[in-house]
């Protein structure tokens, strides 16, 4: 490890850590549902087995602790970006405790400098009964348009709440006239939101654009999903081609910053309920919070492979847009392809 710190200054690891971007909990894995094609169900791998883990809060500290030693410091540039601090699960809100106690951790040490946003993806089944703290904190609230939201939104509504701020998912098999309802709800309230639709084949997203049409474009974002079998959608609609890569701002930082990191991952840090620190989940963990911080992020900059993974193997080596193109994303990983594209097989 001494020998690879000569090749990577510490100094370098502490800027890296200034500058950190994200950092998400996964606060437990328990979860009070069981749908049918969750993540960590029955049709997926590759992912710890669930036992209902909580992360503590001496967990969350042993990270945070030098993490707002490094957000404070001058030579942090955070100020002129967002720092997301995320909650994820399981569902978050069985660890409402946590939650709470990083929110106020963070808040109490006024690093002032430092623009963070708190963010939740929750399945809103306890959300009535947390709603008050979470929108005190101006934590943004991701949410699935699923069961009972409708019913969600009212018993919020019903507690004079104002500021919420909501990002819904929708998937592609949604209730039509329960989006109606929720829809006209959030308009005729006035509640901040915007919706993000999964779409995993053409139907989807025609019907889509046809249910959207009422709805400001602004709040509309589509995200295609990869279940496992759509490759011909992705190659229709997702692939890039060259006139897309001739449409991407040429910028002379974008095209130093493809050839050494991932854009996509690079400083974001995800800890899991069981105290395993990632550089990116879909890739083996770097270590544990018992680990010293710098260590896991030298590993990572070293022999990692999600901050340095980039177009670095064929076909990619041998394209002519191989620092052009984005970084690889999660797509890529997911579908076990390096090149999403028409230009090279
Ligand atoms: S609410 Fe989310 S975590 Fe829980 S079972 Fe459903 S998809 Fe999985
Ligand atoms: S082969 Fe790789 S670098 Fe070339 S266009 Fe396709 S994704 Fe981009």
């Known amino acids: 490890m001494e020998k690879n710190f000569a090749l990577l ?20 894995d328990a979860c009070n549902l069981c749908c049918k ?16 883990k909580l ?6 500290v042993a990270i945070l602790e ?31 405790k946590l939650i709470k106690e990083i929110v106020t951790w963070i808040s109490d040490k006024n690093i002032s400098h430092c623009h963070f946003v708190f963010t939740m993806t929750t399945n809103a089944i306890l959300l009535d009964k947390h709603i008050n703290f979470l929108t005190e904190h101006d934590v943004k609230i991701l949410v699935s348009l699923d069961g009972d ?46 919706y993000e639709f999964w ?11 046809t249910k959207t049409q009422d709805i400001t474009p602004e709040l509309v974002n589509i995200k295609p999903v990869f279940d496992g079998s759509n490759y011909a959608f992705f190659e229709n609609n997702i692939y890039i081609d060259e006139s897309d890569i001739q449409n991407i701002e040429v910028t002379k930082k974008n095209i130093f910053a493809h050839q050494a990191l991932n854009t996509n991952d690079f400083g974001k840090l995800t800890i899991t309920a069981d105290g395993k620190v990632y550089a990116n989940p879909h890739f083996p963990a770097l270590g544990t919070v018992d680990d010293d911080i710098r260590l896991l992020v030298h590993k990572e900059m070293i022999a990692g492979t999600s901050w340095r993974r980039i177009r670095d193997i064929q076909p990619c080596c041998d394209c002519v847009y191989q620092w052009l193109c984005p970084s690889p994303s999660d797509y890529e990983t997911v579908i076990g392809k390096p090149n999403l594209c028409h230009v090279m097989p």
């Open 9 to 28: 200054r510490a100094d370098r690891i502490e800027k890296i850590l200034e500058n950190l971007s994200q950092l998400t909990f996964e606060v437990t």
């Open 66 to 96: 030098y993490m707002a030693e490094k957000w404070s410091s001058k030579y942090s540039s955070s100020h002129r970006k967002k720092t997301y601090i995320s909650f994820y699960g399981g569902e978050p809100l069985m660890n409402m």
């Open 199 to 209: 779409v995993t084949d053409e139907k989807e997203f025609d019907e889509i654009e």
């Open 149 to 194: 939201i409708l019913d969600v939104l009212y018993s919020i509504k019903k507690l004079g709440i104002e500021n919420i701020s909501i990002l819904m998912y929708v998937k592609s098999d949604f209730n039509k006239e329960l989006f109606d309802k929720v829809q006209n709800f959030l308009q005729s309230e006035e509640i901040n939101h915007e």
């Open 55 to 60: 992360l503590s809060m001496e967990q969350a």
């Open 37 to 52: 094609y969750c993540g960590y169900g029955e049709y997926y791998d590759g992912y710890d087995k669930r036992e209902d």
